[in-house]
């Protein structure tokens, strides 16, 4: 192999590292993203049914618009991280297409058989997207349930 076929070489795979080390961080940023938003959508559902419980109403609310708020957030959050992970695949795309041309094998084109999933609602963003705007509208159903018990409440004498 010739000094510049080596150093080609070495050029190529110092990219492919650079890329998968970016795609690998920001993917697993958004998984622990995704396990955080899970964990803090079961401590609030927690507090909200305490609240309820105890009959403390405007608590109840006050969480279920706190869950309704964090959803929008993580919703923006995973937005962002998605952008990231996609930055990583562009030259993941690149590098497995010259590895499948080298190669002759072309199955190495991974992300492009990937690209879309499927089956309807089987991507990360889909389902993502799913939990968060069921849960923000779950948190809001259920500010408005606590709302209306305390209207109700104010509103009998109650």
Excluded at 10 to 32: G, I, S, V, Y
Excluded at 92 to 114: M, N, P
Excluded at 129 to 137: F, I, N, S
Aim: hydrophobic share 50%; glycine share 6%; proline share 1%.
């Amino acid at each position: 192999m010739t000094a510049n076929a080596e150093q080609d070489r070495a050029r190529d795979q110092a990219a492919l590292d650079h890329a998968w080390q970016w795609f690998a961080l920001h993917a697993r940023q958004r998984m622990q993203c995704v396990n955080f938003f899970l964990v803090a959508v079961a401590f609030l559902a927690a507090a909200f049914v305490t609240a309820l419980k105890d009959k403390h109403y405007a608590v109840a609310m006050g969480v279920g618009l706190l869950g309704a708020w964090l959803s929008w957030w993580f919703h923006r959050l995973d937005l962002r991280t998605k952008e990231l992970v996609e930055a990583g695949q562009a030259v993941l795309r690149h590098s497995q297409r010259r590895l499948a041309t080298q190669t002759g094998i072309e199955e190495l084109e991974i992300l492009k058989r990937v690209e879309r999933p499927g089956r309807c609602w089987t991507s990360y963003s889909d389902v993502i997207r799913v939990l968060h705007w069921t849960t923000l509208v779950a948190f809001l159903g259920g500010a408005a349930y606590a709302a209306g018990v305390r209207l109700c409440l104010v509103t009998l004498g109650g």
